[in-house]
Nanobody, 121 residues
């Protein structure tokens, strides 16, 4: 089985910073793609950022220049550095991963349980 656990959420004032981390464990041989999504109150879940196995990154327009996604393959983690946070960044942030199991199976869309990020004064 595979588990994704997010950490680092919390309450921050506008203009502040937070760093989210997502640790993967379980039946994982390697992680191919890792992503961050978020879901604000009353809104649909939206894409935030992606990082591929080659290190290629993609960001939603709303976070470009403020957020940075990175990965540590040895630790099987992905992080999201969030700077200059705005109230509209308030959401539950979810880690998502495509993995290859120890048996060689490629499996998509494992999800973490989410980390609350609240940006408010």
């Amino acid at each position: 089985q595979v588990q994704l656990v997010e950490s680092g959420g919390g309450l921050v004032q506008p203009g502040g910073s937070l760093r989210l981390s997502c640790a993967a464990s379980g039946n994982i041989f390697s992680i191919t793609v890792m992503r961050w999504y978020r879901q604000a109150p009353g809104m649909e879940r939206e894409f935030v950022a992606t990082i591929t196995s080659s290190g290629n990154t993609t960001y939603a327009d709303s976070v470009k220049g403020r957020f940075t996604i990175s990965r540590d393959n040895a630790r099987k983690t992905v992080s999201l550095q969030m700077n200059n946070l705005k109230p509209e960044d308030t959401a539950v942030y979810y880690c998502n991963a495509d993995i290859r199991s120890r048996s060689g199976a490629a499996i998509s869309n494992y999800w973490g349980q989410g980390a609350q990020v609240t940006v408010s004064s």
